[in-house]
């Protein structure tokens, strides 16, 4: 047996976990969303996803070939970015316009600014926030979801097949979204049609069950910690509760938290390991920042949704918040 002492730098602590077995672990637990959102969307919804992963892993390649950097598309993160931004999207969105989205994350948000674990926002949310600002009209088509559990329910009742359950098309009609009719003051649909995914927007957005499925997957492996996206989609709900347009204390505090992207960006986007706090107290503050800018813009903007944007501002606070709320070392003054 060698019984020679290997001296070595820090970390002296090591652990198994690569960013090729983290990023495998997300790109499992948006499979519920994404296979979600192609049940109720269609084929469109599959060659959207499709066209923008692949947009996404080839634009990762060609521009460490040009920065002439080692290849890193075997890690991974390239196919969540891709994944992430197809969910975060419009089921009709012209193809093109995401391989745009796709350019825009990869190319400008990541790899300029050296590659994963550089960049200073996410990447999916900044593409998306790209395109929506980019191509306002497009991101903002929303369709009514194919309403397959219905159909079925009545398959079962009367024998027949219905046309709903075989078709692989979206219905291209405008259709508002839940966040949409509330801001208009219409009748929203029920929490079990959110739950469920009969409602419009994006492709991965619109069933909750789906995505509480991957979120807790992600929480078992302990790829996440429950802190971020507990804590966000609370204070949603409490703040939507109190500071309702109708009067205090009346709002619809489950309706904000199962409407828009706010699951979806709560489990898979606030997390990110990059753009989020390191220190325990600092992912307090971030995730009540993200809530109560995403309640803010909610209700007092002209937006319905506002989880993106308060996601990238906290992104852009992270370092603030690091520095003010790192320990003190052992024997030290604390130096802000």
């Given at each position: 047996?060698?019984?020679?002492?290997?001296?070595?730098?820090?970390?002296?602590?090591?652990?198994?976990?690569?960013?090729?077995?983290i990023m495998l672990n997300v790109i499992i637990a948006?499979?519920?969303?994404?296979?979600?959102?192609?049940?109720?969307?269609?084929?469109?919804?599959?060659?959207?996803?499709?066209?923008?992963?692949?947009?996404?892993?080839g634009f990762e390649y060609l521009s460490r070939l040009v920065l002439k950097r080692n290849n890193t598309i075997g890690d991974l993160s390239a196919?969540?970015?891709?994944?992430?931004?197809?969910?975060?999207?419009?089921?009709?969105?012209?193809?093109w316009m995401a391989v745009v989205g796709a350019f825009f994350a990869i190319v400008i948000v990541k790899q300029l600014f050296g590659g994963l674990g550089y960049n200073f926002v996410n990447p999916a949310l900044a593409a998306r926030a790209f395109l929506l600002v980019s191509f306002g009209s497009d991101m903002s088509k929303w369709t009514e979801p194919i309403n397959r559990i219905t159909a079925l329910a009545a398959e079962a009742v009367s024998g027949t097949t219905s046309g709903a359950t075989s078709g692989a098309t979206v219905d291209v009609s405008t259709y508002a979204t839940p966040l949409s009719i509330l801001k208009d003051g219409g009748e929203p649909p029920s929490l079990l049609d959110m739950f469920l995914g009969q409602t419009g927007g994006s492709v991965g957005e619109v069933c909750a069950l789906a995505i509480i499925i991957g979120g807790l997957y992600l929480i078992i492996k302990g790829v996440i910690s429950w802190h971020i996206p507990v804590i966000y989609t609370g204070t949603v709900a409490l703040m939507a509760w109190v500071l309702a347009p109708e009067g205090m204390f009346t709002g619809y505090a489950l309706y904000h938290v199962l409407a828009g992207g706010l699951l979806l960006g709560a489990f898979f986007m606030a997390t990110d390991y990059t753009t989020s706090p390191m220190t325990k107290k600092g992912t307090v503050i971030y995730a009540l920042g993200c809530g109560l800018l995403t309640i803010v813009f909610r209700l007092y903007t002209g937006m319905?949704?506002?989880v993106s944007y308060a996601i990238l501002l906290m992104n852009v606070a992270t370092p603030l918040i690091d520095r003010l709320t790192r320990p003190r070392r052992f024997g030290g003054a604390t130096h802000v």
């Open positions: 047996m060698d019984k020679r002492l290997n001296v070595s730098s820090s970390p002296h602590i090591r652990h198994g976990a690569t960013t090729q077995k948006l499979l519920p969303a994404t296979l979600a959102g192609i049940y109720f969307f269609g084929a469109r919804a599959a060659l959207l996803i499709f066209v923008t992963v692949l947009a996404s892993v196919v969540v970015t891709g994944l992430l931004l197809a969910l975060n999207l419009p089921p009709t969105l012209p193809i319905p949704e506002g």
